[in-house]
């Protein structure tokens, strides 16, 4: 039972970590960006393209999916995504879900089909037991680094919106752009930093997520209604509601597997619609922030 209840808040701080850009864009920026996913698959082709074909160790390659994807997420937010911040939100479905394909379809041309392997290092591949019997805690080394990672990125994070003038720069701009720009704001800098490091993010749950997720090239498609998930039950006006959410997600989805296999996710939809009956507006939602 504590080994279920620690695998399902390892899978479930890494599906936050995954989920909170699109939280971010979607609750302060305005975006619906359902490309998100996209950003998260480059994160994970690029650690095992990187240790497969160049043996860079896994450590060195987490940086790099981050930078990858934020540096591809910034230019794709000044090219293609600024114009459409202003337009309706059918629009901006519409063009994420086209350039989540495009991403398949590119990923599938020139790496192939096949779901790639991560060669682990060898201190991440042990496990750890406590106790005994039905209490007994088996920690898997790599989920433990998983949460250890994914709980730092958190705590970072919400210092940064909360605690930072970059985070006041931040609500200022989404409050009122024209205000904030009067204020010597730079709104465009601030847009492209947040959808950069939101994408980067994504990029780096999806390096820390190709062991336990796999990473092929319908990753976008097949994680993408758990990321909206996470957000539509969280909510987007603060970090803790998406937390919190995945956290439910990740232990509702892996004892359900465990418990009752032949229910599948129906486990976890059914968790969903609950909690949207009952706060439709999400978990947290900050006083005086967006419904």
């Known amino acids: 039972m504590l080994t ?13 970590i995954l989920a909170v850009g699109l939280a971010v864009t979607m609750g302060l920026m305005n975006f619906v960006n359902l490309a998100h996913g996209a950003f998260a698959m480059v994160g994970g082709y690029v650690t095992v393209l990187l240790m ?5 160790p896994f450590l060195v390659c987490l940086p790099i999916a981050f930078l990858t994807s934020a540096v591809l997420g910034a230019i794709l937010e000044r090219t293609l995504y600024r114009p459409l911040y202003k337009r309706p939100h059918l629009d901006q479905v519409m063009f994420s879900i086209g350039l ?18 991560v060669q682990l290092p060898e201190w991440l591949k042990g496990r750890t037991e406590i106790g005994e019997g039905a209490w007994m805690l088996g920690m898997g080394h790599y989920r433990l680094f998983n949460i250890a990672v994914c709980a730092a990125l958190t705590i970072a994070l919400q210092h940064i919106l909360t ?12 409050d009122d752009q024209r205000v904030a720009a009067g204020l010597g704001i730079n709104v465009n800098v601030v847009f492209l930093a947040t959808f950069a490091v939101g994408s980067g993010l994504a990029g780096l749950g999806g390096a820390l ?11 976008p498609l097949k994680f993408m209604i758990y990321f909206l998930i996470v957000v539509a039950v969280g909510g ?56």
Do not use: C, E, H
Request: aromatic share 12%; net charge positive; no cysteine.
């Open 209 to 219: 997520g190709a062991d336990v997720l796999g990473m092929d090239p319908t990753f």
């Open 236 to 291: 987007t006006s603060s970090i803790t509601g998406p937390l919190l959410a995945a956290l439910l997600l990740g232990i509702a989805d892996v004892a359900g597997k465990y418990y009752i296999p032949k229910l599948g996710a129906f486990i976890v939809y059914s968790l969903m619609i609950i909690i949207l009956v009952w706060r439709p507006q999400g978990l947290f939602v900050r006083k005086g922030g967006k419904a």
């Open 163 to 174: 605690k930072t003038r970059f985070g006041s720069r931040l609500r200022a701009s989404v």
């Open 4 to 16: 279920i209840l620690f695998d399902g808040i390892a899978y479930g701080m890494l599906l936050f």
């Open 52 to 56: 497969q074909r160049l043996n860079v």
């Open 100 to 117: 989540t394909f495009m991403a398949v379809a590119a990923v599938d041309y020139f790496v192939g089909s096949t779901q790639q392997i």
